[in-house]
C-alpha cells in the first residue's frame, strides 16, 4: 500500500489562499493516480483534483480555474494550490494515491490520508 500523509489545512477568509501538501511513499510501478478529495460535513466525499505520473489533470467544475494540483517526483509530495477561496470549499481535504494505474478511468483510489482541515470564512 502507498502511504500519505497531509498537511497546509487552516482556516482563511473568503478570497484568500491555501497550499495543502501530501507526502508519499511506497509506490512500487511508476504508473500512478493522485488526487485531492473532500468531505464538507453532512455531505458525501467529492473529488477534486487528479494528477498522473504523465502529468494530465482533470479538476472538478467547482474548483476549476481556482485550484491547480501538481506532482514533485522528485519531492514524493504531492500539492494543491487553492486560490479564490470560497466559504463552500470549507471540508476536510484528503489525499489519495493508485499504483499501477492512470487516472482515465479509475472509480476509486485505493489508499488514503487522515485528512487536513480546511476552513474559509465570509
Known amino acids: 500500500a502507498v502511504q500519505v500523509e497531509e498537511s497546509g489545512g487552516d482556516s482563511v477568509q473568503a478570497g484568500g489562499s491555501l497550499t495543502l501538501s501530501c507526502v508519499y511513499s511506497g509506490f512500487r510501478w511508476k504508473t500512478r493516480c493522485l488526487a485531492w478529495s473532500r468531505q464538507a460535513p453532512g455531505k458525501e466525499r467529492e473529488r477534486v483534483a487528479r494528477i498522473d505520473n504523465n502529468g494530465a489533470t482533470t479538476y472538478a467544475d467547482p474548483v476549476k480555474g481556482r485550484f491547480t494540483i501538481s506532482l514533485d517526483s522528485a519531492k514524493n509530495t504531492l500539492t494543491l494550490q487553492m486560490n479564490s477561496l470560497e466559504p463552500e470549499d470549507t471540508a476536510m481535504y484528503y489525499c489519495?494515491?493508485?499504483?499501477?494505474?492512470?487516472?482515465?478511468?479509475?472509480?476509486?483510489?485505493?489508499?488514503w490520508g487522515q485528512g487536513t482541515q480546511v476552513t474559509v470564512s465570509s
Open positions: 489519495g494515491a493508485q499504483d499501477g494505474a492512470l487516472c482515465k478511468g479509475l472509480y476509486d483510489l485505493n489508499d
